[in-house]
């Protein structure tokens, strides 16, 4: 009787750890996913912030200019639509960086799930034979 109910407490463990690592699994992709999220919005103010920021220089440079009695063409113009050219590509580096740290941080999530989820599936196999020993060691497969 008593290795019948060790044998159930070894069941009703294993599934028990299962259902917790599976658990734990989705909370790290739930986790992932929220990190990515939050580095995509993070990544996406920064950009917003930078844009606002090139446009105020953009229009104090234009106002410097006008004060100056400057005209608005050739070397001032080129100065301008570098600047200009060199925010877009920084703004593009930016956005790539936000996407490339998403990703990373997904994959990295995912990964950390898929652990756990096979640590899971272990822990019911390693008890489930723990159980059937323990039955066959105490001859609960015989049914006389």
Known sequence: MLATI?????IINSIDQ???AQSAADQA???GEENARLSELEGEERVRRYEAEQKRLRGQMVVNYAKAGVVLQGTPLDVMAEAANEADREVSFMRDQTARTAKARRLGA????DSLRSEGRSLLISGIGSAAKTAYD???????
Do not use: P, V
Not at 6 to 10: A, F, H, K, N, S
């Open 29 to 31: 992709n739930r986790a």
């Open 110 to 113: 995912n990964a950390q799930s």
């Open 6 to 10: 060790m044998t159930g407490l070894q």
């Open 18 to 20: 299962y259902s917790s």
């Open 138 to 144: 105490n001859n609960l497969w015989d049914i006389n």
